[in-house]
């Protein structure tokens, strides 16, 4: 499989962005240019707040290259106050709370969850505080929004689980689905960009929303599925992310069941149950770029400053039309590219990857 098969073109994705957008988005930015904030030089406060620490990018990856970004765009003058909000909507409501009393100049938020989220956005707002979205498209006034395609994300998964299940990819075979939470916007459209790959080239025997992304939950739906379908009739198994993967493997191996499984986010196990075989795909995404797209973004808002040179495209979220954001592309990631690209791109060393335990299946790989 090329890896250019799965490169997600969305066109204009060029990491930079653009824009005007709604009426009240030109209100509050008006009013924002008038403000000291909008004055201000290097010497800004970011809060980021990120929504969970189950899913290893968070820590490993977003938090860190965030703050190295906003760092050299203000020459290292710029202050970030961060939280991880363990995915707790309330938690992350009071984190806001808390970037409000310490005046922050912009607020970057991964919500916990978009709706629950969305007032808090707006006290945010009403107190001098712009706030972009990352990742996932909060409602409320946002200013600016950093992710990926996710529908595109979802039917590069759908059509590699019917590549994966060669001449089984047909209507009589039975799938089971392992989508993501129901408060994750994301989720949702990972969701109807994998049913638009797979309605009506196989049968979904049983689908799931996952209560916060857990591997656990994940791991007892499987088991679910399994008692219901039938160990024999199962063919094939979207699972959303690498994480909720790992728990349908484990009930997979438990009942002795091998079929091509997804996932998402490239996380270091993930790459290694693909080499082994265990688990087909994941999504690789590049977080350095979205990463370095927030920081941008938000830099400049912060600062008063034009996102023209950064914000190209617009979307809507159910409170707010035409906001900015950025669209990063993906790549679909089997055994042929993983040399291509996560190790490439530096997320991962070999020596991270091709343990003494996956050393037979890296070399097969050829990974050496």
Not at 102 to 117: F, G, H, P, R, Y
Not at 299 to 314: L, N, P, Q, R, Y
Request: aromatic share 4%; charged share 25%.
């Amino acid at each position: 499989m090329r890896r250019a098969a799965f490169a997600v073109a969305a066109g204009a994705m060029a990491v930079s962005l653009a824009a005007c957008g709604s009426a009240k988005e030109s209100k509050d930015s008006d009013s924002s240019d008038s403000s000291s904030a909008a004055k201000k030089g290097d010497n800004i406060t970011v809060g980021l707040l990120l929504p969970e620490n189950k899913t290893a990018r968070y820590e490993k990856f977003d938090k860190p290259l965030i703050e190295k970004k906003i760092k050299e765009l203000t020459n290292n003058k710029a202050k970030v106050l961060y939280n991880n909000a363990r995915q707790d909507a309330n938690l992350q409501s009071q984190q806001v709370d808390t970037m409000i009393t310490n005046k922050v100049d912009v607020l970057i938020v991964d919500a916990v969850d978009s709706k629950a989220i969305k007032n808090s956005i707006q006290k945010a707002v009403d107190n001098g505080i712009k706030v972009v979205a990352y990742d996932r498209l909060a409602e409320g006034p946002i200013s600016g929004y950093t992710s990926f395609d996710n529908e595109q994300v979802g039917k590069a998964q759908g059509e590699a689980l019917l590549k994966g299940m060669g001449d089984k990819a047909k209507k009589s075979s039975k799938i089971v689905m392992i989508n993501g939470s129901v408060t994750d916007p994301n989720a949702a459209q990972f969701k109807k960009g994998a049913h638009s790959a797979l309605d009506g080239k196989v049968t979904i025997a049983k689908e799931y929303d996952t209560k916060e992304w857990s591997p656990d939950n994940a791991n007892s739906e499987m088991e679910a599925a399994i008692s219901a379908v039938g160990a024999k009739n199962i063919a094939g198994v979207y699972s959303a992310n690498d994480g909720m993967a790992g728990g349908a493997i484990t009930a997979l191996k438990a009942a002795g069941i091998k079929v091509p499984v997804t996932g998402q986010d490239a996380e270091l196990a993930g790459v290694q149950r693909i080499l082994t075989g265990d688990q087909y795909m994941s999504v690789y995404k590049s977080y350095p770029q979205e990463a370095n797209v927030v920081a941008e973004l938000a830099v400049a808002v912060a600062k008063g400053e034009s996102t023209d040179s950064i914000a190209k495209t617009k979307v809507d979220s159910d409170s707010a039309k035409g906001i900015p954001a950025a669209i990063i592309p993906v790549v679909s990631l089997t055994t042929e590219n993983i040399k291509d690209t996560v190790i490439k791109d530096g997320y991962y060393t070999l020596d991270e990857i091709c343990t003494a335990k996956y050393k037979d299946a890296c070399n097969k790989a050829g990974l050496k």
